[in-house]
């Protein structure tokens, strides 16, 4: 079986390698693509996002409860576990650069083998250890495909559909994420963590697939760069620093605090969590659809503090009352599904286009950090405290951190182009 995996594996690589050879680095202007294929490559990278993070979440609900039976309590579940997001947390700002010197397609392709390649080591690990770097590079394969696919769809569509075309991305990534432990689940139980990564690689197939029709356009302008490197990020720190950025970049820090450790440590707390991910994962898609159609007619600061009260009132709810935990799913989807884009808009609105860029990949490792401290910090304590203790404590911060957004966001948020356009004319009078 291993080798029939490993014999697939090259095979499926072959697109990969043949593109590398050779590339169609045609721009975008001169493919002058018709209607129909403009649809097809949104498919695809859709397709290709909802299937690889099927597989990814599909391990949320199966890896802690594979670590503790094949080795026991001793297992390090939170360090295994968050060596993915701190994985993602160190190639993040790599794959950045990458994407401008090789270009989308490549970056895209990458990380797709990557996760391919890595399966069959979750079975061959002779310790939990050894799979502390298969996480790493599992988050590598994340990175690339993630950011990848975001650059790439910014780059096929015009900008006054790109807002709609992120958001169709961005549901197709949280139906993935519906999705993948509901299947994690049943695979796991129909044969075991075998017959789990044999179906998880049947879902990475399929994004490799998927990923055939994209076009393969040239990286960007020399231009872009600055002496072969690409522009320091000095400026984008100290962009960060201000208000409003800081404070959506420290929530949305705390948020993913807060998701990694309910994401990795509620299978240990609750016996049978499955659905759980899929609830909140698909409530998550309601509720960005809702703030798509009505999200102005409510200001950040409400949107923001009720978001945190529901994460917060959730992890509260499965302490308390583990037999209610579809409803916990429902009401913690309001504050996963509303943060992410409130507090994107937040700092998209606040950064000046030329620094855009580079503030928003220091916004996006916020996530990163967090998600790598609610696993392994979660982990180091666990201990000491009891798990239900933790959660109500980490419940305690989510609720601490809406009184914080509340507090700060108070204060106007100014467009950095309305700043910028008022300083202008002031200068010129």
Not at 48 to 75: C, D, H, K, N
Not at 136 to 153: K, M, R, W, Y
Not at 184 to 207: E, S
């Amino acid at each position: 079986m291993r080798h029939l995996e490993q014999l697939g594996s090259l095979v499926l690589s072959l697109p990969l390698a043949l593109a590398v050879i050779f590339p169609c680095r045609r721009s975008l202007e001169e493919l002058d693509p018709p209607l129909e294929l403009q649809r097809l490559w949104m498919f695809c990278l859709c397709g290709g996002m909802f299937a690889f993070f099927a597989q990814t979440t599909a391990f949320f609900p199966i890896l802690p409860v594979y670590l503790t039976q094949r080795w026991g309590s001793e297992a390090p579940v939170g360090l295994v576990v968050g060596a993915m997001a701190a994985g993602v947390l160190m190639w993040r700002p790599l794959i950045g650069v990458a994407l401008d010197w090789w270009g989308r397609k490549p970056l895209l392709c990458l990380g797709l083998v990557v996760a391919v390649l890595i399966q069959p080591l979750y079975l061959l690990a002779p310790s939990p250890q050894w799979l502390i770097p298969v996480r790493i590079l599992h988050g590598l394969a994340q990175a690339g495909v993630a950011t990848a696919s975001q650059t790439f769809l910014a780059d096929l569509v015009v900008p006054e559909k790109r807002t709609a075309m992120m958001g169709y991305l961005a549901m197709a990534n949280t139906l993935g994420f519906a999705f993948g432990p509901w299947l994690g689940t049943r695979l796991y139980q129909a044969g075991g963590f075998q017959a789990f990564i044999l179906g998880l690689l049947w879902l990475l197939i399929l994004g490799i697939l998927l990923s055939v029709p994209l076009p393969w356009l040239p990286p960007p302008q020399p231009e872009h760069l600055s002496h072969g490197r690409i522009q320091s990020y000095s400026g984008a720190w100290s962009t960060l620093l201000c208000f409003p950025i800081r404070e959506a970049t420290f929530l949305f820090l705390i948020s993913s605090l807060l998701h990694g450790g309910l994401t990795t440590y509620l299978p240990l707390l609750v016996a049978e969590t499955g659905d759980f991910y899929s609830l909140f994962a698909l409530g998550a898609v309601v509720v960005r659809w809702g703030l798509g159609q009505w999200g102005q007619r409510v200001s950040y600061r409400i949107l923001s503090t009720a978001a945190f009260c529901c994460s917060g009132m959730a992890l509260i709810g499965i302490v308390w009352q583990p037999a209610w935990l579809s409803g916990w799913a429902i009401l913690y989807s309001f504050g996963f599904g509303t943060l992410f884009p409130v507090l994107s808009t937040i700092v998209s609105l606040a950064v000046p286009p030329q620094q855009r860029g580079r503030v928003y990949s220091l916004f996006l490792m916020g996530f990163d950090s967090g998600m790598t401290l609610g696993s392994a910090g979660m982990g180091s304590l666990l201990g000491l405290v009891p798990l239900s203790s933790l959660f109500l404590s980490w419940a305690g911060l989510g609720l601490g951190a809406g009184w914080l957004a509340f507090r700060q966001f108070a204060r106007p948020l100014v467009p950095a182009e309305e700043s910028s356009t008022a300083a202008v004319a002031a200068k010129s009078s």
